[in-house]
């Protein structure tokens, strides 16, 4: 028999929290002492052993459905206590008696494979673990079937400590009759070159030495970021909506959007916030996919300019004055129906220089399916994350979008700030990203052959907001002698474009040097940085701009190379 009390403390976060990972310290620091008996060094280890493992596990459980449930739920009765019995793993229980509960007031219950499991004690211990709440009272399979990377091993070995019973057999029979098929089942088919970093939702970028063979990246290895299973829309009953604030509305058909707008073409750089997060991680451990430094691409893109639409739809000059931000929702949808939602300021939707597009074509051709077939949105210089694809909606507001992607992920904090700490609403959406710039070729940890007397480097620069990169240097000896790299903004055995309108840069440019090798070096600390019109430049290391989610991570990119000598001459 335990006795869980339930944690006064949890009423403090009010139904309308919902910055959990602030909250969450509360809530465990009850629980655990409730559970154990003992003291808070009893919570600091426990913590220790499994939070990060949990917190991981867990976040994905429905990591990305968003804000609207975090604390949903609880609701709690100050000084309620109530019973659980927990005393023979071999009860049977029925659906309706699991269905029965489904908060923390209640208990959280959920079933696996035919099991039952009381989990009301991890949810409220675990930050993070309050997302599991959109399972409570059902079948945890189709949530695991959503975030395929986090069903391991070992999260089934700590659920089984919180397992009471099983599931009666007929409930269990129904259950798997109406078991939901694979929701990434549909999702296309990959180029096998992409290196997967996440394969449901998919997420994959290419390997850097491709990434740099041609200025527009060819869309079957341009990066891929997805959320949520690739939605599948039908050409024609597609309808993309415009609405918000009154004063204007619209509804458009593909065909609609294609021919009632001119055409406008932007060569536009794609870059996710996460982009070399992995360096960040090497610092410390941060929270989310592990990105190299390919989570950016180059492509051209074509469309109907934004502003186009919004005039059409009723929202002249005049919009300004009572809004200020253009939401986006795509079509995509975890199991709670949320979509995948963004927002930009209006200024730079309705701006002639912003070039903001929805673009139904990809280097020429109908947007791939994973890139947001038919129709999203590319708003140049700006972050990835409000270039939503699958554009379903438009909507002219004077608010943000409400999108857990906008309140609650995609920022950037102090290296002071933690988990405990974040306080998400005290910082901006990133919308333009800072100055960037990454060694491709040579690998990290290759060798240049002595014989060869010079080592080639190249790699890519871009610079948020359409800010010009105008320069980019290179070291080979850690930053302590620079030389000045050959910038291009085409392919080798094309014409240059000519050179974009001020404010208006919004593609990379491949850059590359070649260099005698030094006489005397055994091993070469390769060192890029770039520099923008405003002349923004990127700090030397990563430390410093360590933050808990591994976003705008621009550190000068460093790579090691060994020189090998030549054995005859030895
Ligand atoms: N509808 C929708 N739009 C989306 C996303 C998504 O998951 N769903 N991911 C965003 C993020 S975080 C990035 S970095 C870019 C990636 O675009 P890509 O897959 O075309 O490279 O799409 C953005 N738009
Ligand atoms: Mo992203």
């Known amino acids: 028999m335990l006795l869980l009390r339930r944690c006064h403390r949890l009423t403090r976060l009010g139904p309308l929290n ?34 990060p493992s949990w917190r991981q596990a867990l976040a994905g459980v429905l990591a990305g459905t968003g804000a609207v449930l975090a604390y949903g739920l609880h609701h709690h009765k100050a000084e309620q206590v109530d019973t659980i019995e927990k005393a023979s793993a071999l009860r049977i229980f029925t659906q309706e008696e ?40 059902g079948d945890l399979e189709p949530f695991w079937a959503l975030y395929a990377v986090h069903k391991q091993e070992h999260v089934l070995e700590i659920l089984a400590e919180y397992k009471i019973g099983e599931l009666r057999a007929e409930d269990l029979k129904k259950q798997q009759s109406v078991k939901s098929s694979d929701p990434y089942s549909s999702d296309p088919e990959r180029h096998p070159a992409l290196r997967i970093n996440s394969l449901k939702p998919f997420n994959a970028e290419p390997p850097p030495e491709i990434l740099t063979d041609s200025y527009i990246t060819p869309s079957a290895i341009f990066f891929k970021r997805n959320h949520l299973p690739v939605p599948q829309v039908d050409p024609d009953s597609y309808r993309l909506h415009v609405e918000g604030l009154p004063g204007g509305a619209l509804t458009l058909s593909l065909k609609e959007l294609k021919t009632r707008f001119p055409k406008h073409t932007v060569t536009a750089t794609l870059q996710c916030a996460g982009n070399r997060r992995s360096e960040m991680n090497k610092v ?14 180059n492509a051209t893109w074509s469309g109907a300019r934004l502003r186009d639409v ?21 079509l995509d949808k975890d199991v709670t129906g949320t979509t995948y939602g963004a927002s930009i300021p209006l200024n730079k939707a309705v701006s002639e220089e912003g070039d903001v597009l929805l673009a139904y074509e990809m280097n020429g051709e109908d947007l791939p399916a994973d890139h947001g077939y038919p129709v999203r949105v590319v708003v140049p210089g700006t ?13 002219v507001s004077a608010e943000e979008s409400s999108s857990h992607w906008q309140q609650n992920d995609y920022k950037g904090f102090s290296p002071a700030t933690d988990w405990d700490t974040v306080d998400f609403k005290s910082a901006p959406a990133i919308q333009e990203l800072p100055i960037q710039s990454a060694i491709t070729v040579p690998a990290d940890g290759t060798a240049v052959d002595r014989s060869s007397e010079e080592v080639t480097v190249k790699g890519y620069a871009w610079s948020g907001g359409g800010r010009e990169v105008v320069r980019v240097d290179v070291s080979l000896d850690g930053g302590k002698t620079w030389q000045v790299a050959q910038l291009r903004s085409s392919d080798k055995d094309q014409a240059p474009e000519a050179s974009p309108p001020p404010g208006r840069a919004w593609a990379w440019k491949l850059w590359e040097i070649t260099a005698p090798l030094p006489a005397e070096a ?32 621009n550190a000068w990119h460093r790579v090691k190379v060994k020189i090998r000598e030549d054995e005859s001459e030895e």
């Open 18 to 51: 919902t910055q959990r990972h602030q909250a969450a310290p509360a809530v465990a620091s009850c629980a655990v002492r409730l559970r154990s008996g003992g003291s808070s060094e009893d919570q600091r280890s426990y913590q220790h052993a499994h939070g």
């Open 284 to 297: 410390k451990q941060v929270k989310g996919l592990n990105w190299g430094i390919a989570a950016i691409s």
């Open 310 to 330: 919004l005039l059409a739809a009723g929202y002249g000059p005049d919009v300004a004055k009572r809004a200020c931000h253009v939401q986006f929702e795509g």
């Open 383 to 395: 972050v990835g994350a409000r270039n939503v694809k699958w554009l379903g909606k438009i909507i």
């Open 98 to 137: 699991v269905t029965g509960h489904r908060s923390l007031e209640d208990g959280v219950w959920v079933t696996y494979k035919g099991a039952v499991y009381d989990i009301t004690e991890f949810v409220a211990m675990h930050p993070g673990g309050d997302k599991i709440l959109l399972a409570a009272g």
């Open 522 to 553: 055994q091993e070469l600390e390769i060192v890029c940085k770039a520099v923008d019109n405003s002349y923004n430049m990127q700090p030397d290391t990563v430390a410093p701009i360590w933050n808990l989610r591994g976003v705008l991570s």
